[in-house]
């Protein structure tokens, strides 16, 4: 056997060890050692191999394929401009703490600077957000088997991305022998070949929170359904209004129009006096003004970093350790008694909009979808059209790339987050859509997932209508270098990619077209964009009104 196979099948036997049980695979020629071990793996049922041939649209398909699985998951890839391709999709790893593992091929160290082809300096690609792993050059020799094992188990982490750089020797595929000078089995029982314990907590539990008081507002961003759920029914039992994101949608009794009350402006009869902040919320400047305003911010976070963009946070902590405060129900019920108000006042004010529109869209979407679906939300408008007007369904898995926020590989996450849900959603823009279309592009004997693809397509960038860049003054110069219309024909491109496409024309067709069925399909919706942001103006001033 030589080197590189011996190297290649114990690195891909260990990671099946460390639980990773699904590996996205960029066809290449120096990752070919390791592309022969996976397919072997594979053959034996002990992993799932997709393989795409993209390596951008692979990261974020292996990352939804963490979102969805709660697993770690790797991408492999060749040596070169393949690696860099995956630096969006580690990123979002990196900021959203997720178990993405960028397993990728390099050249020997004596190729590098010397212009052999895809041959770069490989370590720290990824910046210093991404750990990288070098793996040592492999010999025929004894004494190898336990190194590689052992830093597989050192390198991997639960809670970020990690960058595990193997270089490669020619021959890159296997010869006729098996014979080496040790036995490279690992650990009886499929065992781990190091069973590392993970780490305490690295943020206690709040045990003071004397500083919370009757006037208390709650705010989840994105967060584990459980820490949603708790926190809500902590917040009930104390008496406090809950505000959430879609992503937090887990938590149960919240305020169904709490986004759009923050975006009107709050009264001085719901303004609190302290601001509970759960998880990572990024959507919108309602939140961000709140907590700006706010005289006591208390933030709650389950990873060593928190989210604090104005640096306003007096107190930081992990999950509320502590029985809730029992307070008087008034302010919870002066709450309860603005949203139902303003939440006659929205209907009607949707009804009496010409469809459509992204917040029709995202209204009829998530109570049209059937129940327990996954639902994968684009960044831009179409996350945030949820957060405004949709209804708050608790048995829906809603998901989005929130951690850096990017439109890159929407379609691809949204693919692999899908791939453990019998019936997956997605919700994009145009310009989403088209950024990351190849996300489409699946071979003929590859699993795909059960999805179907929602497009609002007002034919450019929407959400810039909704920016100080969109305002009337910056009207000559907005359409070219913020609208960006494209004109582009998503029929004739789905037809090219053999993914069915359906054009619906009202509310009703878009119920129909969300009835469940198999494979990858496009939903699209054709809508004005010149009418966005006067229609979100006027939205705001009816919300204000209401008080």
Known sequence: MNPSTAQARVLVDELVRHDVRQVVLCPGSRNAALAMALHRVCVAGRLTLHVRVDERSAGFFALGLVRGSGRPVAVVCTSGTGVANLHPAMLEAAHSHLPLIALTADRPVELVGSGASQTTVQHGIFGALVSTVDFPMAERRAGQNAVWRGMIGRSLRADGPVHLNVPFREPLVPDEGEDWPEDLAGRDGDRPWTVVAPLAESRCGATEIGHLGRRTLVV???????????????????????????????????????????????????????????????????????????????????????????????????????????????????????DASLKSIVDKFLADEPWPTGLHVASVLVDALPYGATLFLGSSNPVRDVDLVAPHRTDLRILANRGLAGIDGTLSSAAGASMAAERGYALVGDLTFLHDINGLLIGPGEIRPNLAIVVLNDDGGGIFSLLEQGSPEHADSFERVFGTPHGADLAALCAGYGVPHTLVPDAAALREALVPADGIRVIEVRADRSRLRDLHSRLRSVAAEAW
């Open 220 to 338: 989840i961003g994105d967060a584990s359904p459980e820490l949603a759920r708790s926190t809500a029914s902590f917040a009930s039992a104390a008496g406090w209004p809950v505000i959430v994101e879609p992503l937090g949608f887990a938590a149960g009794d919240t305020v169904a129009t709490g986004s759009l009350m923050l975006a009107a402006g709050l009264p001085e009869s719901l303004r609190p006096e302290s601001l509970l902040v759960v998880g990572h919320p990024s959507l919108s400047r309602g939140v961000q003004r709140v907590i700006r305003e706010t005289p006591v911010v208390h933030v709650v976070s389950e990873h060593p970093q928190w989210t604090d963009p104005q640096g306003q946070a007096d107190h930081v902590t992990g999950p509320l350790a502590v029985e809730p405060p029992r307070f008087d129900g008034t302010w919870l019920s002066r709450w309860q008694d603005a």
